[in-house]
């Protein structure tokens, strides 16, 4: 059974800073894996998307990197902003690599203070 | 605007009601899913539909039951089955080809009376 565990919990950053957010899941059989943000209250917003093949997807100040053998994939925010202030969420297929059922990690609460 | 819609936002059940969410996607997806978030734990899924007419139980499908009549509507029934019924729910679409990703509605909180 696919588990994914993101670390840390939470953070708190001043504006500016760079940061890494962590992702790592127990079954390396994945067609992808895909990283979300979610405001208070609100629905998941998609941010990337890597494929197995990939192992770097880039959009504006977000970079995500995928490491299959070892079974991990971290999210990098630079210069940081107030806006960016969500939680982070990463979810990968469960095993057997259909893309039906994915499986959620808890999330990375992130507040980035003015 | 293309997207996913679910209505209503906030629900108010009383014990003992069933109760109906409405998920409603234009992006002509074929799959689509529901999704359980509560308080410090991930998203499970409670069912899933790859195609029209079929549909299939996902982690937590007791207590809930679905439809999927057409391709844009993906209708998810609480029924007084559910215990513990408080949760958010999320909708989700996606092409259902392996390599695609998930898009996701805006959620529907629902509370117990």
């Known amino acids: 059974k696919q588990e994914v565990t993101q670390i840390p919990a939470a953070l708190s950053v001043p504006e500016g800073e760079n940061l890494v957010l962590n992702c790592s899941f127990t079954d390396s059989a994945i067609y992808n894996l895909q990283w979300f943000r979610q405001d208070p209250g609100k629905g998941l917003t998609s941010l990337l998307l890597i494929q197995s093949s990939q192992r770097e997807q880039t959009s504006g100040r977000l970079n995500a990197s995928l490491d299959k053998s070892s079974g991990r994939s971290t999210l990098y925010i630079a210069a940081s902003q107030p806006g960016d202030s969500a939680t982070y969420l990463c979810?990968?297929?469960?095993?057997?690599?259909?893309?039906?059922?994915?499986?959620f990690g808890k999330g990375t609460l992130l507040t980035v203070n003015p | 605007d293309g997207g996913i819609t679910q209505s209503p936002k906030y629900l108010f059940r009383k014990e003992g009601q069933n109760v109906t969410l409405s998920c409603e996607q234009n992006l002509n997806h074929d799959a689509m899913y529901w999704y359980r978030q509560d308080p410090g734990q991930g998203l499970r899924l409670i069912y899933y539909?790859?195609?029209?007419?079929?549909?299939q139980k996902g982690d937590i499908a007791e207590g809930y039951s679905v439809s999927r009549e057409k391709k844009e509507s993906f209708p998810l029934t609480v029924t007084s089955a559910q215990k513990n019924p408080t949760a958010f729910y999320l909708c989700a679409s996606s092409s259902g080809r392996s390599w695609d990703e998930q898009f996701f509605g805006p959620g529907t909180r629902l509370t117990v009376l």
């Open positions: 979810a990968v297929p469960n095993s057997g690599g259909s893309n039906y059922k994915l499986t």
């Open positions: 539909s790859q195609i029209v007419n079929d549909f």
